[in-house]
């Protein structure tokens, strides 16, 4: 045998221990990678959102947060299942024969099918929780306030500061929707023509406004400042322009508003 031929039937072998030696060197960081991404920061990020913006966020933030967490959790511990076979159970050339295939795996199969079932029933219970808190009346508000959707923009009533205190947009002059500041407003959604959606973004609330049906929601503003609004259901030719702004002004602030608008249009 050649001298080269020896070298490389010496060494070959011993490469390809080596080799085994450095991955099964990375197993256990596979396995703590997961760890270290979840536990990086000790504050989970709001993902989107602020916090403390509204009573809503208050409710909404933790459980958007959860889904995520939930969402990441599981791609993680995919990506694992995917990448683990492919680095440590790849096919070798010195072994060209047909792995051993197995026709079922009762214990994988029951758990891939009970572990998707225990993480959707978790996130319905936590939405079903946070969703009965989010849509409760009360008797206890301070202010209401009427919210029309009309093609293609808002009208705003303030029933504390008489029938004519109405506020009417336009989709080229975008309406202003003030609310107070801390104090719970009740607001009655209602349609004149079609479906339409009212929906803050910056305050995680979104309610419909149905023809022939009203409907309640109640929040408390605890954030001054501006924020946009605008409706989220196709609702004909001119829906991109269905916007509002959210102003939330101090309580005095807010009198002095109902003040203003008591005549009649804003």
């Not at 001298?3 to 060494?11: K, V």
């Amino acid at each position: 045998m050649p001298r080269s031929a020896a070298f490389q039937t010496i060494i070959t072998p011993m490469s390809r221990r080596s080799r085994m030696t450095r991955l099964s060197r990375l197993k256990p960081l596979l396995l703590l990678a997961p760890l270290v991404l979840l536990t990086g920061c000790s504050k989970v990020s709001g993902l989107g959102f602020e916090e403390g913006i509204t009573s809503v966020n208050d409710q909404s933030l933790s459980l958007w947060q959860g889904a995520w967490i939930a969402a990441g959790v599981v791609g993680v511990f995919t990506l694992i299942l995917i990448v683990w076979p492919a680095i440590f159970h790849r096919g070798k050339k010195e072994d060209p024969s047909f792995p051993k295939q197995t026709q079922y795996n009762v214990p994988v199969e029951i758990a891939y099918t009970v572990i998707p079932f225990i993480i959707v029933a978790v996130l319905f219970y936590y939405t079903a929780q946070k969703q009965t808190i989010i849509t409760e009346k009360t008797t206890t508000y301070a202010h209401e306030i009427t919210v029309e959707g009309i093609q293609w923009s808002w009208q705003f009533g303030y029933p504390e500061a008489g029938p004519k205190a109405v506020v009417t947009g336009t989709p080229e002059q975008t309406p202003t929707l003030v609310v107070p500041l801390g104090e719970r407003v009740r607001y009655t959604l209602t349609a004149n023509d079609v479906v339409h959606g009212f929906w803050i973004p910056a305050f995680m609330i979104q309610m419909q406004n149905l023809p022939g049906v009203t409907n309640h929601l109640e929040f408390t503003a605890n954030k001054l400042g501006e924020f946009p609004g605008r409706c989220n259901i196709l609702c004909g030719r001119n829906h991109s322009q269905m916007l509002f702004t959210v102003k939330v002004v101090t309580p005095a602030e807010y009198d002095a508003y109902l003040e203003t608008i008591k005549g009649g249009q804003a």
